[in-house]
């Protein structure tokens, strides 16, 4: 649905006579988003610029008096010195679920609205519903709005992942006047849209999912959040390219944007949060789907690293930051001799161009024929690792499997890898280091320290290194 954001020119042939009356009973107008021509009825191409599918919908108010507005709205709003302003206005619900709750940087905040997106099929009513109701017991009233499953089907999922919360109310509806109603009559502590996507406002003649739907309903969702310091949670969908569908204004109007990633084939679920105005962004918590639902994995190194093969050839552990929590996960490499052709380059949880960066120094730095061999890099656990701190830990298992020599099954690694060998200093160490050390490590090779050397953490055996081939001295000369 993501991709039909706009309507195509054949939607305005569809539309009858009678709905382009309608349209203009309600004072809509399409404005074209490239040059702002203004016209009352939809052009696939703007008359003006011919630009295609560039008339977006808005709803034309009469123009308020100033005494109009002030009764609507009911109050007038004056500015407030920063001083006068109370403390505590962020005094966060603190969500009964330690991974959603890392990610939203410490608990919901009353009054936030936080968009959810993810691949269909990803998990994501399983894991709303499930904090829906873990919230409905502790907190209060929670209201779960669905446009997309009828009551029985949602109720069905909550029976086989053993929920019951008796304040935990459903409402399946996409009319956004409908939904306020409720809303107020409920009081909610949050309220959840699954999805916004299905959500429509009755003042806007698109259909739901076209762009000034979204738009316009997640800011009314988001005053509403502002005016009544209730939460709300929207569900949102992710287009082919993997962002979340409509306009990335969305993203602009919300205060939190988290994503739900997992390979399908896989059971673990990675909830990162890329946008957070009430704390850090990067945050990772980590879950596993099981037929019962989402359970949470509190400590994912340990997770990770459960089904490693020690002494295997091809095979680094990296030490990584994920926001602030450090992971070490397993990299594997394997090298095999090109049959014909150009070399292949085929990554899996890494970068494609740290994948050709590290072949290419390993090769012209370290002189290893990597130009006659295909390379597979594979991070386990579906992580996708973006932090050039890890370039080490590739480069290792690259030469581990091209060397078929296994790496020290007790040494971790971290270090990021310049152009002409050299290996750069990573932030964080000590963090690094004290998860390594938790998970058992003797042994962590590192950039070469300056004077930092008390971050280190006692039991923790450092072996540094300035450039490539001293590390790879280090790695296979050490066992
Ligand atoms: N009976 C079951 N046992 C185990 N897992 C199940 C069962 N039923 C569904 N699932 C899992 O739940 C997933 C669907 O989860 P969910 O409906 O929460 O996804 P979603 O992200 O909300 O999808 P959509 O985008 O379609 O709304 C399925 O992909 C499947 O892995
Ligand atoms: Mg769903």
Redo the contacts with the bound molecule.
């Keep these: 649905m993501g991709e039909s954001m706009l309507s195509s020119p054949d939607d305005l042939k569809s539309l009858s006579v009678q709905t382009q009356k309608a349209m203009a009973k309600k004072r809509s107008a399409f404005i074209c988003s490239n040059c702002g021509r203004r016209s009352s009825g939809y052009f696939g191409r703007c008359p003006q610029c011919g630009e295609f599918e560039s008339m977006v919908e808005h709803v034309e108010e009469a123009p308020k008096s100033r005494a109009h507005s002030q009764a609507s709205s009911g109050v007038q709003r004056k500015p407030l010195r920063l001083e006068a302003v109370g403390p505590g206005e962020e005094d966060r619900l603190p969500v009964p679920m330690g991974e959603f709750n890392r990610v939203l940087g410490g608990g919901l905040v009353p009054g936030s609205l936080v968009l959810l997106g993810?691949?269909?099929?990803?998990?994501?009513?399983?894991?709303v519903?499930e904090l829906a109701a873990l919230l409905a017991e502790s907190a209060g009233n929670v209201l779960y709005v669905s446009g997309?499953?009828s009551a029985s089907q949602i109720k069905m999922?909550a029976e086989?992942m053993g929920l019951s919360a008796r304040d935990l109310f459903l409402l399946t509806e996409t009319d956004l006047g409908n939904i306020f109603d409720q809303i107020s009559a409920l009081d909610p502590v949050l309220v959840v849209i699954?999805?916004i996507q299905t959500t429509h406002t009755a003042e806007l003649n698109s259909s739901p999912g076209l762009v000034a739907q979204v738009r316009e309903c997640a800011l009314r969702l988001q005053s509403l959040a502002k005016d009544s310091g209730v939460s709300v949670l929207m569900?949102g969908?992710v287009t082919k390219d993997g962002n979340i569908a409509g306009p990335r204004a969305l993203e602009h109007i919300v205060d939190t944007v988290l994503y739900?990633e997992g390979d399908?084939f896989q059971q673990y679920r990675l909830l990162r949060s890329v946008k957070n105005r009430f704390g850090a962004t990067s945050e990772l918590g980590v879950f596993e789907?099981?037929?019962r639902g989402m359970a949470q994995v509190e400590n994912p190194s340990q997770v990770f690293l459960e089904e490693r093969v020690v002494q295997a050839s091809g095979s680094a552990i990296a030490i990584t930051m994920e926001g602030t929590r450090p992971l070490l996960v397993e990299m594997q490499a394997l090298t095999s001799p090109t049959s014909f052709g150009n070399p292949r380059r085929t990554p899996n949880g890494v970068d494609i161009n740290r994948l050709l960066l590290i072949s290419a120094v390993l090769s012209k730095v370290i002189g290893l024929k990597l130009w006659e061999q295909d390379i597979f890099v594979n991070v386990i656990g579906g992580i996708r690792i973006s932090e050039p701190a890890s370039d080490l830990a590739m480069a290792v298992a690259i030469a581990s499997s091209y060397y078929d020599r296994p790496a020290p099954a007790d040494l971790a690694i971290v270090g990021e890898v310049g152009l002409s060998g050299e290996i750069r200093r990573v932030g964080q160490l000590s963090m690094r280091l004290n998860e390594a050390r938790k998970i058992g490590f003797k042994r962590v090779l590192v950039p070469r320290l300056g004077g930092n050397a008390d971050e280190i953490p006692p039991g923790i055996q450092l072996l540094q290194a300035r450039n490539l081939s001293g590390a790879l001295r280090e790695v296979f000369s050490t066992d």
Excluded: A, C
């Design positions: 993810g691949e269909p099929g990803v998990g994501k009513s399983t894991l519903i997309e499953e999922r086989r699954d999805s569900i969908h739900l399908p789907m099981r037929g």
